[in-house]
């Protein structure tokens, strides 16, 4: 224990130093609800596909609590989606930061006024707009809006973030000492090891289940492994004192005697370099339902600067026949740490090589693969890993489908940046609407279309998952349905609704205009619904509305509406 106590009290210094240097000072912000302060979720946990980038504020299972502003600022950009962050508010601050807070209900009503007149003016409802800022200037506990659950939110809560405003990386707002009481250390559950000269993506995980002693933990022996070069990840999680959810941890460090070997931290990381998750977790473990393996080393093909200290050769701990003693050292934003200490020894025998069909496919890289029917162009930071690459076919030859059906193998490879695929039509390409055709990409239970451009008798489109993939041209226009009439009467708050549905499901824009000026009906699924205010005027008036598909199909109906 004398090597853990000397780091024990070294990494607490280092995360005081870490703390004490947010921008404007630890006691910056204060919290923005005015109830008492409580976590669903933190900072760096792991989701599909992304690193959470903030703090989800519960608000106790309850819409529109009040959402003060932590500092003095000014509102500086409004952004409205159907899925992601629904309704987000995002506020500059003097200290160079900026806070934003997502899936709320209602803003102030400047922020509406504004928002309401920025939608009309540029004739869209899904909108992210920059304020001027003197517009809505705000002061420290003043109210900004109300909470809610818009977008891609699995219930009532407040995402909250701070965000370099220069750059818009995300920090870690725990940084900052708001009001949350947490004396309670991470939970290590598994040490998981991987033979480094092999593909992560090829190779079965050997995982280690650890016993806990306080804030120690141990196997139950011996890790013996039957490698020479091993690549280590972790299964760890933290919670908040008194909270049962599981939450993600700050750090983890590796130490070989009294030396650092390898380390990551979450403190600070770029929407544009969220996806990386895919790459530091164990991504076929999870993909296959098991848990988040988090990796010590960085992939070989990685582009977040997470990990330390910075040293391309450092990528594995070497196994010897005799026993090497190990450490690791789980830490959260807190500084409540958790302990690892193992021995590692080389298992006789060999491990046996394993052989697999294809093409190799290399990180850092440009890789392509491609046959007279299919071709996939790979850029440079497309993987983070090798592995061997192939493509399965299956025929068919309904009317709509004009290729082939391809499937990537393996199919569950992650995949950081878009991809271009490219098929040619079974059928000659004179008979075929050029201006009509899409392909889709089928994995499970997920479905994308994607308009297909046409490329010398290829057609391309892009994608960012493995999965099955076909043409199809879409002759069918997409649907309308309303209980709207014409000759219907309508007043000031009544609501015009209409159904939409598409026979590829997917609807690419829906408008709507009285007497040719622009109205803004709001999506909800394929649901599109307007709530008649000033814009539709008094008297008798053409509605024209028109819906079209991916592929440029389009449905129109029009309506002789009166409004009383």
Known sequence: MRVFIFFHVLCLFVVAIAVAQPP????????????????????????????????????????????LAPADGYLARIKIETGGFGRALYVNHPNGTTTLYAHMNRFIPAAEQFLKAKQYEQQTWKIDVNLPPDLIPLKKGQLIGYSGNTGASQGPHVHFEIRDTKTENCLNPLLYRF????????????????DRDKSIYEQAPVAFSLVRQGNEFKPLGLVELPFDRAFMAIQATDRMTGIPNPNGFF?????????????????????????YLNGHIDYLTRV???????????????????????????????????????????TDAYGNSSYVEFKVVRKPGERPAN??????????????????????????????????????????????????????????????????TRLKPNRNNLLVNKDRVVMKRTYKAKTEIKKAVEERGWYAAQFRDFGYFQLLEDLQPPTLSSALQSGTTVRAGSRIVFDVSDNNKVIRDFKASV?????????????????????????????????????GNNATREYIIKRN
């Open 355 to 420: 052989v697999f069909p294809g093409m190799s496919m290399e990180p850092n890289i440009l890789n392509v693969y491609e046959d007279e029917h299919i071709q996939f162009v790979f850029k440079e930071d497309a993987f983070y890993d090798a592995f061997h690459f192939s493509v399965q076919s299956f025929y068919a030859n309904s009317a709509a489908e004009l290729s082939s059906v391809y499937q990537s193998l393996p199919a569950d490879i992650p995949v950081q940046s878009y991809f271009t």
């Open 251 to 275: 750090s983890a460090s590796l130490f070989k005697d009294d030396g650092l070997i390898s380390s990551f931290e979450m403190d600070y990381i770029g929407y544009d370099k969220t996806r």
């Open 515 to 551: 007497d040719g000026q622009w109205l803004m009906f709001q999506p909800s699924g394929s649901r599109f619904a307007y709530t008649v205010d000033e814009h539709f005027p008094l008297g008798e008036h053409k509605l024209s509305v028109v819906v079209y598909d991916e592929a």
């Open 288 to 330: 296959k339902g098991g848990a988040y393996y988090q990796m010590l080393f960085p992939p070989k093909g990685y582009g977040v600067d997470m990990y330390k200290p910075k040293d391309d050769n450092i990528d594995h701990i070497r196994i010897s026949s005799s026993q090497e003693p190990y450490s690791i050292k789980v």
């Open 24 to 67: 404007g000072g630890l006691n910056y912000f204060s919290y923005p609800l005015s109830i008492k302060p409580k976590l669903n979720a933190n900072f760096g946990e792991m989701r599909n596909n992304h690193f959470h980038m903030g703090l989800d504020l519960s608000t106790e299972g309850r819409e529109n609590l009040p959402i």
């Open 179 to 194: 009001p949350l009481h947490d004396v309670t250390p991470p939970d290590v559950y598994r040490l998981v090891f991987y």
